[in-house]
């Protein structure tokens, strides 16, 4: 099966909470996490997932930790069991291929603060 790269991405945003380990059925280590981007009057949240050593890494850092995540989108194509051709465009957060962790808050801030309110300093 042959897979090619259709294009590359960046978000930088903060955690929105702090995820849960979780494992595939391989017994690999895994996890689900969102990062909060906002720009002027424009929010978003993107999902993202880490594998092994950074998914641990990820679900010991605090809210509002600032993250960058280098992505990529790709297609695929293969047959189905029916015998079908497929060709498919896979979302960002299964083909994450750099997470960067960039800054981490005051802890007394983080207690001191919601996410709501820090929000608004973010520097994009």
Known sequence: MTQEH????????FLKFVPEIKLTKNQKKYCLFQLGVK????SDDYSFLAFSEKAEEICKLPIMTIIEVVFHFKNNTYTRKDGTRVAEMFAVNHFTSKITVLSKPDP?????ETAEEIEDDLPF
């Open 108 to 112: 007394q801030q983080a207690e001191n």
């Open 6 to 13: 259709y294009a590359k991405g960046k978000v930088i945003g």
């Open 39 to 42: 720009t002027g009057s424009y």
